[in-house]
C-alpha cells in the first residue's frame, strides 16, 4: 500500500484551510528540536570553559538530550493519541522553550544538564504529537507533499545546527544558541494555538509499566550505542548498556502482549509497511549523521576550514536534503514508496562513493550534497511507508516509533563511523577518512539492494 492511500482519512482535514500554515508552523518547530541535537557541538568548548566542565560532564551536556528525545518519544505519541495531539504539542514546545531560557542562564554544569534533560522531554512530547497532528490533517497526495516539507525540514536540522552553532558561539556568545529557541518558541506557540484544530484522543489510559519499559530499554541502547564510539563496540560500558537494552525490550515485548491497554500494538509492529519504514528512517538518520560526522572533520583536518568555514560548507548538504525530500514528495503518489526509497539509496551509495574515492574539498562538497539528496528521498519514502498501514488513531504511537528509530539511527551512525575511521580522529589522512566513506557507501547500496526484496502483505 503506498503513501497515496494513507489510512488517516478524517474527511474535515481536506478542507481545513489553515493546514498549510499549521504544516509550516510545526515543520519550523521539528527543525528548532532536530538543531537542538547538533547546534551544541560547536560550542562545547566555550561552554567547557566557562562553566568549568570536565569531560564526563562536556559528554553528558552533549548527549542527554539525545537520550531523552529518543528515549521518552514513544510515550509521547501514546499521549498524543489518548489526550489529543494538540494538547500534546502545545505543551511539549511550552516545556522546550522554558528549558531553553533555563540552559542559556545556567550558571553552572549542574544546572545546564538539568535543563538539557527537560528539553529532551518537551522535544519527546511534541515531535511525535505534531508528525501526528500533520498525519490527521493531510490524506492522499497531500499528506505525501506535506511528508515531504516535514522531512526536508527534520534531516536540514543537522546541517543549520552547525551552522547556527558556529555562527551565535562565535558572535553573541554560547547561551544564545539556547535562548534563540526562546522568541522562536513563543511565536510558534502562539500561531499554533489558532492554527492546530482540535483532533479528538482515543481516551483511556497509558501504560505506565509498559512506557517505563521502554524508555529504560531505549536509553540503553542509545547510550551504549554512543558510548560505542566513544570506547568500541566490545568495551564493558558498550556491552552492558546494550545487553540491559536488549532485555529491557524483551519484557516490553511482553508486556504489550499481556496488558489491557498496551502502549504499541504489537500487530502494527508485524506489519511490512511499518517494519519497511522503521528500517529506512534508522537507515536515512544513520547516513546523515555520517556525512555530517566525517565531513566536520575531513574539512577542518584535512583541508584547514574553521567551524564556521564548516558550517557554511554543509550548507549546499542542507538544500540537497531539502531538494531530495521535495522531490520525494512528488514522486511517492505516482511511482509508490519502494520506488522511491531504491533509487534515494543508490543516489546516497553513489555520492558517498565518489566522497571516498576522489580527494578534492570541492568533490567532497558536491558528493556528499548528492547523497544527501538521496538520504532526503529516503527520508520522505519511509515516513510514507509508516504511515500508509497505520490508522489516525495510531498515528502519535507510530510517529513515535519512526522517531525512536531515527534517534537509534543517529547514535548508531556515529558510533558505527567513528569505529570505521578511528585512525582518521588520531592522526588524519585521506585513506582514513575514505575508509568511513567507503563503508557508509556500502551500507546505502546493500539497503538499496535489500529495498528490491518486497514488503511481506499486511495481515
Known amino acids: 500500500m503506498d503513501a497515496s492511500d494513507a489510512v488517516a482519512t478524517e474527511g474535515a482535514a481536506v478542507s481545513d484551510p489553515r493546514r498549510w500554515r499549521t504544516l509550516g508552523l510545526l515543520g519550523v518547530a521539528q527543525l528548532m528540536l532536530i538543531v537542538d541535537v547538533t547546534v551544541v ?22 548527549s542527554s538530550y539525545a537520550l531523552v528525545f529518543g528515549g521518552l518519544m514513544l510515550l509521547g505519541g501514546k499521549a498524543a493519541d489518548v ?42 512530547a511534541m515531535s511525535p ?76 489510559s497509558v501504560d505506565v509499566v509498559g512506557a517505563a519499559l521502554v524508555t529504560a530499554a531505549t536509553g540503553a541502547v542509545v547510550y551504549g550505542l554512543v558510548a560505542a564510539g566513544d570506547q568500541g563496540w566490545l568495551s564493558l560500558h558498550t556491552l552492558i548498556a546494550v545487553a540491559a537494552g536488549v532485555a529491557g525490550y524483551a519484557l516490553f515485548g511482553w508486556r504489550i502482549r499481556s496488558a489491557a491497554a498496551p502502549l504499541i500494538d504489537p500487530a502494527m509492529l508485524r506489519r511490512g509497511s511499518v517494519v519497511r519504514g522503521l528500517a529506512l528512517i534508522f537507515l536515512a538518520t544513520a547516513l ?19 567551524a564556521l568555514e564548516t558550517g557554511l560548507s554543509f550548507l549546499p548538504v542542507a538544500l540537497g536534503t531539502i531538494l531530495g525530500s521535495t522531490l520525494a514528495g512528488q514522486i511517492i503518489p505516482r511511482r509508490g514508496v519502494r520506488a522511491v526509497s531504491i533509487v534515494g539509496l543508490l543516489v546516497a551509495a553513489a555520492g558517498l562513493a565518489t566522497a571516498a574515492a576522489v580527494f578534492s574539498m570541492t568533490v567532497l562538497i558536491v558528493a556528499t550534497s548528492v547523497a544527501a539528496l538521496g538520504i532526503g528521498a529516503t527520508f520522505v519514502a519511509a515516513a510514507g511507508s509508516m504511515f500508509s498501514a497505520v490508522r489516525p488513531e495510531e498515528a502519535g504511537v507510530a510517529s513515535g516509533a519512526l522517531s525512536t528509530f531515527h534517534e537509534f539511527g543517529a547514535a548508531a551512525g556515529v558510533s558505527a563511523i567513528s569505529s570505521v575511521a578511528a585512525a582518521a580522529l588520531l592522526t588524519p589522512g585521506f585513506a582514513a577518512f ?23 502483505r499486511v495481515s
Not at 436 to 451: H, I, K, R, T
Open 288 to 306: 546523515m549523521i555520517s556525512v555530517f560526522f566525517l565531513g566536520s572533520f575531513a574539512l577542518q583536518h584535512l583541508h584547514g576550514f574553521s
Open 41 to 62: 557541538a560547536i560550542a562545547l568548548p566555550d561552554m567547557q570553559a566557562d562553566l568549568a566542565l570536565d569531560r564526563t560532564g562536556v559528554a553528558w551536556v552533549a
Open 129 to 204: 504529537a505534531a508528525l501526528s497532528v500533520i498525519v490527521r490533517t493531510f490524506t492522499g497526495a497531500e499528506l505525501t507533499r506535506a511528508i515531504g516539507v516535514w522531512s526536508a525540514l527534520g534531516g536540514a536540522g543537522a546541517a543549520i545546527g552547525v551552522l547556527l552553532g558556529g555562527v551565535l558561539t562565535a558572535g553573541p556568545g554560547w547561551p544564545w544558541v539556547f535562548l534563540i529557541n526562546i522568541p522562536v518558541g513563543v511565536v510558534l506557540l502562539v500561531g499554533l494555538v489558532r492554527s492546530v484544530r482540535p483532533l479528538p484522543g482515543s481516551g483511556g
Open 434 to 456: 575514505a575508509s568511513g566513506y567507503w563503508f557508509a557507501a556500502a551500507v546505502a547500496l546493500a539497503a538499496c539492494l535489500a529495498s528490491l526484496v518486497p514488503s511481506p
Open 83 to 124: 489526550l489529543g495531539p494538540r494538547r500534546v504539542v502545545l505543551s511539549g514546545l511550552g516545556v522546550f522553550v522554558a528549558a531553553s531560557l533555563l540552559a542559556g542562564l545556567s550558571g553552572n554544569g549542574e544546572m545546564l544538564l538539568v535543563a538539557r534533560v527537560l528539553q529532551g522531554l518537551g522535544a519527546a
